[in-house]
């Protein structure tokens, strides 16, 4: 496997309201890295782009309850 070395570009969603609320952050350079948007030095979770495409499909579906 080659290193890569793509430099980590996180966004974060447009429905995040930045009061420092529990926000994940995913990184477009390198599909299924995200981290926790409190703690950007903190590590990282990496999913196969797979199992994140997986998750990020569901979301779009309302798979999941909201927990507002």
């Known amino acids: 496997m080659q290193p890569d070395d ?3 570009q996180f966004v974060k969603s447009s429905y995040s309201n930045g009061q420092g609320g ?3 952050e995913w990184d ?7 981290r926790d948007s409190k703690d950007p030095d903190g ?5 196969t782009p797979e199992a994140w495409s ?7 579906n309302g798979e ?4 507002f």
């Open 22 to 24: 529990d926000c994940v």
């Open 54 to 60: 997986a998750f990020v499909t569901a979301v779009a």
């Open 28 to 34: 477009l350079n390198h599909v299924g890295r995200v």
């Open 64 to 67: 999941f309850p909201e927990v």
């Open 6 to 8: 793509k430099p980590e």
């Open 43 to 47: 590590p990282r979770l990496n999913f």
